[in-house]
Nanobody, 119 residues
């Protein structure tokens, strides 16, 4: 019942910026964690950033100081502002939502959006 819709991916030059957005719909616990993960060709999916419904954040080491995650709880939307982009940031970026309702653990993923940083 949960759906995540991402937007904002695209092509940008080194040093540029992009903003990603992910809107969640469905029956969602007010206590949850939303985040962004990315996967480059031939590499494992890695954490980019995540944020709890209480506002606590966690960033992957490679993006600290450059990316900022935020959310709007009323809209069930999470954002990722990416600045000072590098070619190494090129990947498919996936939105993630995790929460627990009674005996059910939910781990939902968006379809992914391509971010390409040209050198």
């Amino acid at each position: 019942q949960v759906q995540l819709v991402e937007s904002g991916g695209g092509l940008v030059q080194t040093g540029g910026s992009l903003g990603l957005s992910c809107a969640a719909s469905g029956i969602i616990s007010s206590i949850n964690v939303m985040g962004w993960y990315r996967q480059a060709p031939g590499k494992q999916r890695e954490l980019v950033a995540r944020i709890t419904s209480g506002g606590s954040t966690n960033y992957g080491d490679s993006v600290k100081g450059r990316f900022t995650i935020s959310r709007d709880n009323a809209k069930n939307t999470v954002y990722l502002q990416m600045n000072s982009l590098k070619p190494e940031d090129t990947a498919v970026y996936y939105c993630n939502l995790r929460f627990t309702t009674g005996p059910w653990d939910y781990d939902s993923w968006g379809q992914g959006t391509q971010v390409t940083v040209s050198s």
